[in-house]
């Protein structure tokens, strides 16, 4: 597959600059630059795909600088970004709380051609494709191509909703990118979904395309143009389908999360528990690509069934296809479960991340104290190592989404309890069940001679820092023979003191 640039205009960019930092610029190449950022009281810089140049400038940028590139290219919108007409380029601003300009960023708009020929029979089907890709992996530069194809080769009727004239361009008249195209330019982010709505009522199109669709609201106007029989080419919010399917907002897009109690029959012949997620009703987009990189990519095309199996807990499958051809996503294996068995050295070189999952982290937390585990709880799945659950919980959907998303092993325990915690731990850690049951018989037998001297001696007696569950049994200990015993200091050096009766 051939890839070629038309023309990015990027001297019309240059000139909006000051003088001194055109002359700059002119040294560097322009092949591949991204966006150029201009930050009040630092050095501009010029930035690529795969590195960042600090443009050697005499001096850092300054208010003056600012406004010349402001005074160049006109009003800022509601969304601070800004245009230069007849051209792709986009200029986004930063404004401190005054709400004056202190930074910003200049992108470089590119019309290239032959970047949808991976996906170019999703588009001929005329049903619905939403993208889904990490900024700048060119979702925008695709939406644009698909709009001249479809205008141009297939002779359709087709509606571009301009929000941030990314797609079209600056000014009243459309960039030829988008070829015979119309294009309806959006007055405020907020009306986004109204514009969508109106294009649908008022032009009579046949496709609509449209750009990062990231409210309800833009939702459920792409729910309602599709209904109404118009192919829908748009992007979302979201690296993957996984992603698409958590997010509450924008779910409806691939046909949103509802749950669903069975009965008991139903639930024995399924396998599951009683209460499983569904998909709530057919997906607005019937076909979903993320966009991996710009020459790769995976195709899902039947959302539903991709979905039905996310919300099964299984992978989602698909197609991957690059200029060398496609093949079959390789489904990642279940992750091994339950066993519970050590952690492998690498693993245990460093802090261990647990996520909880239906347990109490404050819980985890205690027993990580107390058995001084290296070891620590985190709030989301992606920055762990392991994932604890309630075996109960372990066919949840939610579940399997988040093993299957992020390769983590399961260690389940059958009780929330910190005895069945501390003991999945101590094996977890390869610490032998011996060495913590040690620990407590030398606790006993300490309160117990400290008992034995306070009743002696008539004094009270001071015993070693314990952690909280050890001094809960030295607690009973000391209440047995009716003396007074009191914690003191903080964990993990807190200890018990013991006082005559």
Not at 75 to 95: K, M, P, Q, V, Y
Not at 132 to 142: A, E, I, N
Not at 424 to 442: M, N, T, Y
Request: with cysteine; hydrophobic share 40%.
């Amino acid at each position: 597959m051939t890839i070629h640039s038309i023309s990015d205009d990027i001297e019309l960019l240059f000139k909006t600059l000051p003088n001194p930092l055109q002359d700059k610029l002119a040294v560097l190449s322009s092949e591949g630059l991204l966006e150029i950022v201009m930050d009040l009281g630092r050095l501009p810089q010029a930035r690529y795909a795969d590195r960042s140049v600090v443009i050697l400038a005499q001096t850092p940028v300054s208010h003056a600088d600012l406004d010349y590139v402001v005074n160049l290219i006109g009003e800022f919108g509601a969304d601070n970004r800004a245009g230069i007409e007849g051209t792709l380029h986009r200029i986004s601003a930063i404004r401190n709380r005054k709400g004056e300009i202190v930074g910003l960023t200049l992108r470089v708009g590119r019309t290239v051609t032959g970047t949808i020929d991976l996906i170019r029979d999703l588009i001929e089907s005329g049903r619905s494709l939403l993208l889904l890709g990490r900024p700048g992996v060119g979702k925008t530069t695709k939406l644009r191509e698909v709009a001249r194809v479809l205008a141009d080769e297939f002779g359709k009727r087709v509606i571009v909703i301009d929000t941030s004239n990314e797609i079209g361009g600056d000014g009243d008249i459309p960039h030829p990118a988008i070829g015979g195209a119309r294009r309806m330019q959006v007055p405020h982010p907020d009306k986004q979904h109204a514009v969508m709505i109106e294009a649908v009522e008022n032009h009579m199109p046949e496709v609509i395309v449209v750009d990062e669709i990231g409210t309800a609201a833009e939702a459920l106007a792409a729910r309602t143009i599709a209904e109404r029989g118009v192919q829908l080419i748009g992007t979302a919010h979201g690296n993957t389908l996984a992603n698409l399917v958590q997010n509450p907002t924008l779910s409806d897009l691939v046909g949103g999360v509802q749950t669903v109690t069975l009965g008991d029959e139903e639930a024995r012949f399924r396998g599951t528990q009683k209460t499983v997620s569904e998909r709530k009703a057919p997906p607005t987009f019937e076909q979903v690509v993320e966009l991996v990189d710009h020459n790769e990519l995976i195709v899902h095309m039947d959302t539903a069934a991709a979905v039905d199996a996310l919300l099964r807990g299984e992978d989602p499958g698909g197609v991957r296809r690059t200029p060398e051809g496609e093949r079959p996503v390789e489904v990642t294996p279940q992750p091994a479960e339950s066993g519970n068995w050590p952690l492998p050295a690498e693993t245990l070189k460093g802090e261990v991340r647990i996520y909880p999952y239906a347990v109490s982290r404050d819980l985890v937390d205690r027993v990580i104290r107390s058995f001084r585990f290296d070891a620590r709880t985190v709030a989301n799945p992606e920055r762990a190592d392991i994932v604890l659950a309630l075996r109960s919980r372990s066919d949840d959907a939610r579940l399997r989404r988040i093993l299957n998303a992020y390769g983590l092993p399961l260690h389940c325990i059958k009780k929330s309890t910190s005895a069945q915690i501390r003991r999945l731990l101590c094996h977890v850690f390869s610490q032998p069940e011996k060495a913590a049951d040690d620990d407590v018989e030398a606790a006993v037998s300490e309160a117990e001679a400290a008992v034995r001297r306070v009743l002696e001696e008539a004094k009270a007696v001071e015993l070693s820092p314990q952690p909280r569950e050890i001094r809960k049994i030295q607690h009973q200990i000391v209440n047995r023979y009716h003396l007074v015993a009191e914690s003191v200091g903080s964990d993990p050096y807190r200890y018990l003191v013991i006082y005559p009766g």
